[in-house]
């Protein structure tokens, strides 16, 4: 655990979030807008490719070396009956990741990623010579009946988040995905989404893993109990993310501060990782521009999370496994966005007639 970390502390390193680089940006789009096609016709792929040259610093930066971030924790809320999964799936697949078998591993390898994973928060004592050990308690408290965890424990979670990516900065990536792991998660999800963007819990709650009707009622219901019982305060990220919050989600908010910290872009996935982002935004807005929205996933709430954010997903595939995927599949977006403005010949260089000003 990370003691050194104190709230105070964290703040501190907020404040040092710079915002990214615009007049680079103007000038990659100026770029884009001299290349051989209607101007603005590349569409998601132009915006990303001048935010990544105002998030480095660089025109065409090198983002070759890059790591998705699986944060792994419990939820005390799983005592609810809320997911169509045990909790001991929690370990059993975080052994899976390092092991190389789920399906974040596959697309990692193919968009030519690392992956790390952290155990922040899992309900068991896990080993494994690949595994990131920095875990601050055994699962969270069950939500529905108090804070799923103190203000200074999601402190120190974030902490976690932070060190893990400065550590992997150290080594080399200079682009970071958002991955998780945790039964009950998307609960502690839509409880934050419920209470950050103002939509009901009926709104918010989703089918996670694949429940029935009858379930996704019960869940919605526990998620209204849970605010209910602890009246987060929707003006302090900090009080929301402890009393609903998990504690892989803190991690989470960590990962994406101290990308932005590092001037990297940071590509979130799904629901969960939208949920960290909205505490990361209201905790540091410098951070939002660093932001890549990787896709909008099954869950009913995501699109809300999103729309508070400003964020336009870049895919569209109707994921909901989490683990980081979305965030990896968008990895070969990115690149492509950069071979585009790379590689693609300009009116000039081409000889090809361009727009006429008049027209």
């Known amino acids: 655990m990370n003691e050194q970390w104190t709230e105070t502390r964290l703040l501190e390193y907020i404040g040092q979030i710079e915002l990214p680089d615009a007049k680079l940006a103007q000038v990659a789009q100026a770029h884009s807008d001299q290349l051989t096609k209607p101007p603005g016709s590349l569409g998601k792929l132009e915006a990303v490719a001048a935010q990544l040259a105002g998030i480095t610093g660089r025109l065409w930066p090198d983002l070759s070396q890059r790591t998705v971030v699986i944060m792994a924790g419990d939820h005390g ?6 997911s169509a999964f045990p909790q001991s799936v929690t370990p059993q697949m975080v052994y899976n990741f390092l092991q190389g078998g789920a399906a974040v591993n596959v697309l990692a390898r193919a968009a030519g990623a690392n ?31 108090g804070a ?7 402190v120190q979670a974030i902490a976690v988040g932070i060190e893990v990516v400065e550590s992997l900065f150290a080594q080399g990536s200079r682009m970071f995905a958002t991955g998780e792991m945790g039964i009950g998660n998307t609960t502690a999800s839509a409880a934050i989404v419920s209470v950050m963007t103002g939509i009901s819990a009926q709104q918010a709650a989703g089918r996670g893993t694949g429940i029935s009707d009858t379930m996704l009622e019960h869940k919605a219901a526990v998620i209204k109990r849970a605010i209910a019982v602890n009246a987060p305060r929707v003006d302090d990220p900090l009080d929301v993310l402890g009393k609903l919050g998990g504690l892989e989600i803190a991690g989470l908010v960590g990962v994406i501060i101290a990308a932005a910290k590092l001037h990297c872009p940071v590509v979130i996935d799904g629901y969960i990782s939208t949920a960290a982002a909205l505490i990361a935004a209201a905790l540091a807005p410098s951070c939002k521009p660093y932001i890549i929205a990787s896709h909008q996933s099954q869950e009913q709430g995501h699109v ?14 109707d994921l909901r496994v ?9 990895f070969h977006f990115i690149d492509a966005a950069l071979k585009l403005m790379q590689e693609m010949a ?5 000889g090809v007639d361009g727009k006429h000003a008049d027209q």
Do not use: W, Y
Request: hydrophobic letters at 50%.
């Open 148 to 154: 799923a965890m103190s203000r200074m424990q999601a």
């Open 322 to 330: 989490g683990e980081g995927t979305g965030a990896v599949l968008c």
């Open 77 to 82: 809320v799983c005592e609810e009956g809320i």
């Open 115 to 145: 992956v790390a994973c952290v155990d922040v928060g899992v309900a068991a004592e896990l080993e494994h010579e690949r595994l990131i050990s920095r875990k601050i308690m055994h699962g969270t408290h069950n939500m529905a009946k």
């Open 346 to 350: 300009t009116f000039a260089s081409a």
């Open 304 to 317: 809300h999370a999103l729309a508070a954010l400003g964020l336009a997903p870049c895919i569209q595939l």
